[in-house]
């Protein structure tokens, strides 16, 4: 009889249900306040950043640089107000050669910013699409970079690698060997024949 009547007066007592709904809802209210916070936070940085991607590509296709300060100088301009200064960014010409195994694409010119830049002449992911001529010029814009939540409570997130690689036809450049090319600051033009031919 003692128990069922402590366990009366505790379904009739009603001081402390307050106090347990708080405990209860306030961590999920919270996580759900930082969700709302970082999640699209982190949608809208990947989406500057493959914006800032394409816009480099298009700036170097368009022509030769002296540097490249303007480029990236655009690239965290579009993607501001978040930073991008961390991200790693290269920026390659590349040529496509008919072998008589198929087409082969080729670094041409190759710069970078917080990263390694493409040798010269080491071969390129596959031929883009719409790129398999002979003597075609394209350049990649590739970048990357690790999102930094501002609640590091979600490991998901903060872990967060952002990748875009940005394939854009030589729209002006310089002629060379028949070719309408760009020569990215330090490089040289596309040879005529494939490195090893």
């Not at 992911?125 to 979600?154: D, H, L, Q, S």
């Not at 070719?179 to 031919?197: D, I, K, S, T």
Request: charged share 15%; glycine share 10%.
């Amino acid at each position: 009889m003692h128990v069922t009547s402590r366990l009366r007066r505790f379904a009739a007592a009603r001081e402390g249900v307050s106090a347990v709904e708080f405990g209860l809802i306030a961590p999920s209210l919270i996580l759900m306040f930082m969700a709302a916070i970082d999640i699209p936070r982190a949608y809208t940085t990947g989406r500057r950043l493959a914006l800032s991607t394409g816009a480099m590509a298009d700036l170097i296709s368009r022509g030769d640089f002296g540097t490249l300060a303007d480029v990236y100088a655009a690239a965290r301009t579009i993607a501001a107000p978040y930073d991008v200064g961390s991200a790693s960014i290269v920026l390659t010409a590349a040529g496509v050669y008919e072998t008589p195994g198929g087409f082969i694409a080729r670094a041409c010119s190759s710069a970078a910013q917080n990263d390694q830049a493409r040798i010269p002449g080491t071969a390129m992911p596959g031929v883009p699409a719409g790129m398999g001529t002979n003597g075609a010029r394209y350049v990649v814009a590739e970048v990357k970079m690790r999102y930094r939540a501002i609640f590091t409570i979600f490991p998901a997130l903060n872990g967060w690698q952002f990748t875009y690689t940005k394939v854009w036809p030589v729209r002006e450049g310089v002629r060379v060997n028949g070719q309408e090319e760009v020569v990215l600051p330090g490089g040289e033009p596309c040879p005529a024949l494939p490195p090893g031919a």
